[in-house]
């Protein structure tokens, strides 16, 4: 089969490529799927935490006696702050976790750490929505207790998967590749909005039941299923699938290009090396601060926080946003905000294309961001109206979603395996923490406030122009050759 020029590298990839891309692919799918559904059902658990309308002709003592011992809040707007405190406690301990996780994935078995990652956040969603329901416990202090162990339990999948994803796929097309993969978190957030939607009439609580359980046998399946690296395929039957991914330590744009490849394709796949060659030194993991203080991990990091608020802001509150703004059902409203993640994936896939044609990824950033402080001035202004509303979210989620899905993935790989580390140290992980963490704190710090919602739009906008000038910046300087 003749490849277009555009999509040449495609002949250098496996099934085992393919595998190792859907099992990632479809891990972060489930665990976003999960995490969409608190900000789906949002209105319900005001609601449920919440008095509901007092009947005048019971004694006066009998209303108040009833609901406080199952309602822990007087009115919604209580209610909807302390959500938003959740949410940012959420991402505190996402961020801290993300740290920690990412050094853990460079050091232990990546399958291990993004299956106890899933299958531990799985059981603690439900948990929280499903378990506290069913028995009427409603207590601030457990709910916090449980979200902070949720941020820990999920930091530990994004790291995992992205170095998965690292080891296997390098340099050539990695903007496409990588641009394509990140989808994973809109696809999630799709899949959970509709599956929350869909069983919410039956209550909010049914809805953590159905991502959870799904969770869970999605751990199962990677922890039995994923292989780590081509490394692991000389462990399998057929030993001539393994793939030696040559450039997977080059950087994006490097001056001594090679005209040539050591290694020779044989129908697809890669011949294995005879016992008899001499071995690879053997790498080791980067410490936290020696990858902090690699080239454009910083800068990266801090413009990064200021685009998560903004992306995390829209997937935490615009169901809740769509509802009260605009007075659409809940399920409407879940429908309806997954344009913003349709316009994510194709801006994710069409820039990081775009990024690989161009060598440089930064310039890419600096357009989208730029369109995209017109993009929410226009969105805050909407009407009344959902297919010009979906429209309008699409093309925000174009602007904003696709750069914020090139960073946390196809940059963080560029940023792990430069060329200061090649053949000597292993980083993916952990930089890929550090620039997701740092993400997650500027993330948490948009939460939980009590402005209205033009002035929101207004922070939004302010924090798109800080992340545009660092990206300029970044352009400019050619952080790490990205």
């Not at 707007?77 to 959740?86: I, K, R, Y």
């Not at 601030?140 to 979200?147: I, T």
């Not at 454009?296 to 169901?319: E, H, T």
């Amino acid at each position: 089969m003749m490849w277009p020029p555009c999509c040449s590298f495609l002949t250098q990839y496996t099934h085992h490529h393919l595998v190792a891309f859907l099992l990632t692919f479809f891990s972060y799918v489930l665990l976003h799927a999960s995490r969409k559904t608190f900000s789906n059902v949002k209105v319900s658990i005001s609601a449920q935490w919440t008095p509901s309308v007092q009947n005048g002709s019971l004694p006066a003592f009998s209303p108040r006696e009833l609901w406080e011992e199952n309602r822990m809040f007087a009115d919604t707007g209580e209610a909807t702050l302390f959500l938003g405190a959740l949410d940012t406690i959420f991402l505190f301990s996402y961020a801290v976790g993300l740290y920690i996780s990412g050094v853990i994935g460079d050091r232990l078995d990546l399958r291990f750490v993004l299956s106890f990652g899933l299958c531990g956040s799985a059981v603690v969603e439900f948990v929280f929505g499903t378990l506290t329901e069913w028995l009427h416990l409603y207590n601030v202090y457990f709910y916090c207790c449980l979200w902070v162990l949720n941020g820990l339990l999920q930091s530990a999948v994004w790291p995992s998967v992205v170095a998965v994803m690292g080891n296997w796929f390098g340099k050539s097309g990695r903007g496409f590749v990588f641009g394509l993969w990140s989808a994973c978190a809109s696809v999630g957030n799709i899949l959970g909005a509709f599956l929350a939607s869909s069983v919410l009439k039956y209550g909010y609580e049914y809805a953590f039941l159905v991502t959870s359980v799904v969770q869970f046998a999605g751990g199962v399946v990677v922890f039995f299923g994923l292989l780590t690296s081509p490394k692991e395929v000389g462990s399998a039957t057929d030993l001539r699938a393994v793939e030696k991914d040559t450039d997977s330590h080059r950087p994006l744009m490097s001056d001594d290009e090679e005209d040539s490849e050591d290694v020779v394709c044989d129908g697809g796949y890669y011949s294995v090396q005879q016992q008899d060659e001499e071995p690879k030194p053997q790498t080791k993991a980067i410490s936290f601060f020696e990858a902090f203080c690699l080239p454009g991990v910083i800068p990266y990091s801090l413009a990064y926080a200021c685009l998560k608020l903004v992306n995390y802001s829209f997937f935490f509150w615009l169901p809740f946003y769509l509802s009260n703004n605009f007075s659409w059902k809940e399920a409407e409203a879940d429908r309806l905000s997954v344009w913003y993640d349709v316009g994510g994936i194709i801006g994710g896939t069409v820039q990081g294309l775009i990024s690989d044609f161009l060598g440089k990824r930064a310039p890419v950033l600096c357009v989208s961001l730029l369109l995209a402080m017109g993009a929410l001035v226009g969105y805050s202004h909407s009407s009344n109206d959902q297919v010009v509303n979906g429209v309008l979210l699409a093309v925000t989620g174009f602007l904003i979603g696709g750069p914020s899905n090139m960073i946390s993935s196809a940059i963080s790989a560029d940023l792990g395996r430069q060329e200061a580390l090649r053949m000597s140290q292993d980083a993916l992980a952990t930089v890929t923490g550090i620039v997701d963490g740092t993400g997650s704190i500027g993330a948490a710090g948009g939460q939980g406030h009590k402005l209205g919602w033009m002035w929101v739009f207004y922070f939004f906008i302010l924090m798109v122009r800080f992340f545009l000038g660092s990206s300029a910046y970044l352009a400019i300087e050619g952080a790490a050759n990205i």
